[in-house]
């Protein structure tokens, strides 16, 4: 079975601080991707990586930044957390393309005061 | 950039009904897939459903697409309490950015025991 996961399922920091939000898949799988989840929204996407240290805007990537060093691995990092950045996190990962499944790690509910 | 949109936003029906939710897209696709996602969890996929095919079957699970009308619709069949979660459909813009999925804003789906 696939495995996302990610580092924390809850998380409050105040605001200006440096945040990070880990990522891990253990199937090789070639793409990654950061979703930010809120109520009437649906899930935007961030980021994505399409392969190590590659890394390309999704549809909200203001104030946010990501790396990707080894494959497995995706960090979403907010330099310097907002209130407007309180959230669900969700990171994905997929073996190809978009006619493969995408599996989801159990999402991180980031609040910032 | 939205391109799907569910409907209905919630539904509410008995254990052993069946559940019937929608959903609308804007441009063309290359594919639609399905996503369940438990309160406050990750999305987890439940079926894929290419542009060239019309209907499709996973168990309780029943998927048409109407790529005239550009809408699709999942049914649940005999639905069990274990089915209340939100539902989303996820599209691929055909020619459309590198592949990324866009997903709708989802339907809630809550079974009454």
């Not at chain 1, 990962?93 to 910032?112: A, C």
């Amino acid at each position: 079975d696939v495995k996302v996961t990610q580092s924390s399922r809850y998380l409050v920091k105040r605001t200006g601080e440096k945040v990070f939000l880990e990522c891990v898949q253990d199937m090789d799988h070639e793409n990654m991707f950061w979703y930010r989840q809120d109520p009437g929204l649906g899930l935007r996407l961030i980021y994505f990586s399409y392969d190590v240290k590659m890394k390309e805007k999704g549809d909200i990537p203001e104030g946010y930044s990501v790396s990707r060093e080894k494959k497995e691995r995706f960090s979403l990092i907010l330099e310097s957390a907002s209130t407007n950045q309180t959230s669900m996190y969700l990171c994905a990962s997929r073996l190809g393309g978009p006619t493969y499944e995408q599996y989801f790690g159990p999402g991180t509910r980031l609040t910032v005061t | 950039s939205q391109q799907g949109e569910e409907d209905p936003q919630a539904l509410s029906i008995q254990e052993g009904e069946n559940a019937t939710m929608n959903c609308s897209y804007k441009t063309s696709i290359n594919n639609l897939q399905w996503y369940r996602q438990n309160s406050g969890r990750g999305l987890v996929h439940l079926i894929l459903i290419r542009s060239n095919e019309r209907e499709k079957h996973s168990g309780r699970l029943r998927v048409t697409l109407d790529t005239s009308k550009k809408s699709s619709s999942l049914l649940i069949t005999a639905s069990r309490a274990a089915d209340t979660a939100s539902y989303f459909c996820a599209t691929d813009a055909y020619g459309g950015s590198q592949g990324n999925l866009i997903f709708g804003k989802g339907t809630k789906l809550s079974v009454k025991p």
